[in-house]
């Protein structure tokens, strides 16, 4: 062990190290003796006076206490000096303790655990408040928002909007439209603030951020890439992409959609031109969806974004939420190269304008949603540049200061802590159908009949549940609407036709899974179903946000089990909603339309199981494609190059008939149907006569 032993010079005689170390075990005895008497008298006292201090012990009590029960040696910490107090660490620690036993106990004792309030960031706690109204004023022209009145506004865009039969704007438009112009009319060094803008579906956002994008771009001598609108799916973004056409109309500027619904190679050749060894933007405003972004950043030539002057993000908490091939992450790094090789001095600046400037190649960034996210760990991902934030939400007001804000018009009032909750449109009128699983597409066949709805959205939480709901409607209803299907198991082709085919009103009501949610634009949707209950409030706050658009009214029914009755109340109560109005059946559907509803159940279950057998024989073809080709064909034998064929040829063969068989089947299916239930409504009016 000597080995070890570590011997220090410490500067002591070893006689008086001696004596030191007695003196200080001395001290330490008595010390543990002092803390034995102290903790026996504290116990006593305890009892005595926690009836009498049990109400409000000030710090100063417990103080003095403390100093009581540490005994007269201690309690003369106030004289003692610090040199006493360096040589007596005991004296302190038996102080310290004894005091912190005290407070301690007292929190244990008297008080419950404080509730924390989350604090948001000054941006997000004084939001700008937009108006929730959109509905629009009996006389537009003499309105203030007026198109012919707006003086910001240039000649082409009040031309183009006044052929979009845009006559006045809507109040998220008067809000962002002149602070974005005012915004970028300041000369640099001035950099615009980065926003984010949260109001209810329909209230015209996308107007928002096309007016001023197009408007303040529309002088720009050379063409390149300057704008770069996201969107989460590609109809949204052929949706944005056709109102910035309309407003680039009377200008020079080339707008490019960049979705999967057209191929690759042709929206290249939309994108660059290559002159010379060089290349050339074709457009300056690019709509996309962020895969297919991510997709030409890595693929296309001359795909350049370091002149970009605005990133807009439609939809923004759906992009923050999904990580959509770290989308964000690839755009940076082709926005910022330039800028962090001059500022870390990887490039060397040529001069001293040259390192100014690259501080402002961020561009503006604009984010809109009608459910934006609150979180600002998920909007610090975006590091916007000293964010600002509309939003149509209300603090938590009182009712009376609510009535006093609106009397009064006062913005100051109704500014206040930003709640983080959604509002829906004002002429939206929420409710629900209570009905048992068993008969639920029975309970929405009698609903649409009774209520003659003719242009209604009915919203599934699958795919899979959309079309076996649709199935059955299909056969409930017959002849006398027409029901189509929507959800992500269909092609993109087909997507866009039953959508056009629904806008026009050749389809009466469209059964879609949550793909249809958000941001789709239809005109004049009368009401829109919740059949399955969604999962999430944002969800049911996107569907309910295809009807009651630009002003128009518009009707949400949501159909619920008792069961999930509460659930649903749950979800309201997060956004501050209420359960109010019932819709009944009034008809004693049940009965009356058993025996349609039996034989369209009876034809789902057969179409499933020929469905399944189908699936079964594709992938099974699929395995043996596949073995046949691992084989090397040069290898392959004279026979094996036979039994390949034979088996191509029948595999094709057994699949059409089966395809065939189930198309035979549907048909035939579809006349009895057709004739049983003629015979039956026959017998039910008879019955009723
Ligand atoms: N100022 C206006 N006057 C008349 N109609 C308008 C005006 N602004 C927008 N609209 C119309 O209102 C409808 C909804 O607009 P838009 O799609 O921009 O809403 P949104 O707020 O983006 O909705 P969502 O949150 O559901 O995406 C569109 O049909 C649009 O043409």
Redesign the pocket.
């Known amino acids: 062990m000597e080995l070890f032993t570590i011997n220090r010079y410490t500067g002591d005689q070893p006689d008086q190290a001696k004596k030191n170390e007695e003196a200080i075990l001395q001290k330490m005895l008595q010390k543990v003796e002092n803390r034995k008497r102290t903790k026996s008298t504290a116990r006593l006292l305890d009892s005595q006076e926690k009836e009498e201090e049990k109400a409000n012990t000030t710090v100063k009590d417990v103080a003095i206490e403390s100093v009581y029960i540490a005994g007269p040696e201690e309690n003369s910490f106030n004289n003692t000096t610090n040199a006493d107090k360096d040589v007596d660490p005991v004296a302190d620690e038996t102080t310290n303790e004894s005091s912190h036993f005290q407070v301690l106990g007292e929190d244990v004792d008297d008080s419950k655990p404080k509730n924390v309030n989350m604090v948001l960031p000054s941006w997000l706690a004084h939001p700008t408040i937009i108006s929730t109204t ?1 509905a ?1 004023k009996s006389d537009a022209t003499d309105d203030e ?1 007026s ?1 012919s009145k707006l003086r910001y506004l240039a000649p082409h865009i009040r031309h183009s ?1 006044k052929e ?7 109040p ?2 008067t809000a962002v439209i002149p602070w974005l112009l005012e915004a970028h009319g300041k000369p640099p060094p001035f950099r615009p603030r980065d926003i984010c803008v949260s ?10 951020f096309a007016i001023p994008v197009v408007q303040l771009l529309a002088d720009r001598v050379v063409r390149k890439i300057r704008a770069l609108v996201v969107l989460p799916v590609a109809e ?1 973004a052929l ?2 992409f056709k ?1 910035f056409k309309k407003l680039c109309e009377k200008t020079d500027l080339n707008v490019c959609l960049l979705s999967k619904t057209f191929p690759f190679a042709q929206e290249q050749e939309k994108l660059v031109e290559c002159y010379r060894g060089q290349y050339y933007s074709k457009v300056d405003i690019v709509v996309t969806t962020p895969g297919r972004l991510v997709d030409h950043l890595h693929a296309t030539k001359g795909f350049c974004l370091k002149a970009l002057q605005f990133l807009v993000i ?2 923004a908490d759906r992009i923050m939420d999904a990580v959509f091939q770290n989308w964000l992450y690839h755009l940076d790094e082709h926005v910022r190269t330039t800028s962090d090789q001059l500022l870390s001095g990887r490039a060397a600046p040529l001069c001293f304008r040259e390192l100014e400037a690259s501080y402002g190649v961020q561009p503006h960034k604009l984010l ?3 459910t934006l996210s609150q979180d600002p760990e998920k909007l610090q991902n975006l590091r916007l540049f000293q964010p600002k934030l509309f939003t149509s939400v209300l603090a938590n007001l009182t009712k009376f200061q609510e009535k006093f804000a609106d009397a009064t018009n006062n913005e100051e009032l109704r500014r206040g802590e930003f709640i983080g909750k959604y509002t829906t449109p004002a002429e939206l009128t929420e409710r629900y159908c209570i009905t048992e699983n068993r008969i639920k597409p029975l309970t929405l066949f009698a609903l649409i009949n009774e209520n003659e709805w003719t242009k209604f959205l009915c919203f599934t939480n699958s795919a899979e549940s959309s079309n076996r709901l649709a199935f059955v409607l299909k056969s409930l209803f017959q002849n006398k609407l027409v029901i189509g299907e929507l959800s992500a198991s269909i092609s993109p082709k087909e997507r866009a036709n039953v959508l056009s085919q629904f806008a026009r009103g050749s389809v009466h009501g469209l059964i879609c899974s949550d793909a249809l949610a ?4 239809i ?1 004049d949707v009368d009401v829109v179903i919740s059949y399955d209950l969604p999962r999430h409030i944002k969800t049911y706050i ?1 569907r309910i ?2 009807t009651a ?3 128009s009214q518009g009707t949400a029914v949501t159909m619920l089990t008792q069961k999930e009755l509460q659930q649903f109340n749950h979800l309201l109560t997060e956004v501050g909603k209420v359960l109010t109005n019932e819709i009944t059946v009034k008809t004693n559907h049940e009965a009356e339309y058993a025996k349609p509803y039996t034989l369209a159940l009876q034809e789902l279950r057969r179409k499933l199981e020929q469905d399944k057998r189908l699936q079964l024989m594709r992938k099974e073809r699929a395995k043996d494609n596949a073995k046949f080709k691992a084989k090397d064909p040069s290898k392959l034998s004279v026979m094996e190059k036979l039994q390949m064929q034979a088996f191509t040829q029948v595999g094709d063969i057994a699949l059409n008939k089966e395809e065939s068989q189930n198309q035979r089947n549907n048909q035939k299916s579809k006349f009895v149907k057709r004739t049983k239930f003629n015979a039956s409504a026959g017998k039910t009016k008879e019955i009723q006569k």
């Open positions: 959109v629009p928002s198109i909007l979009m039969q845009v006559s006045r704007l809507f998220v438009q109001a209810p579906t329909g209230s015209g956002k996308t107007l928002a949204l949706q944005v109102v439609d939809e809109f949603s009608a958000r941001g789709i634009d005109p996107h946000g295809r658009r630009a002003g």
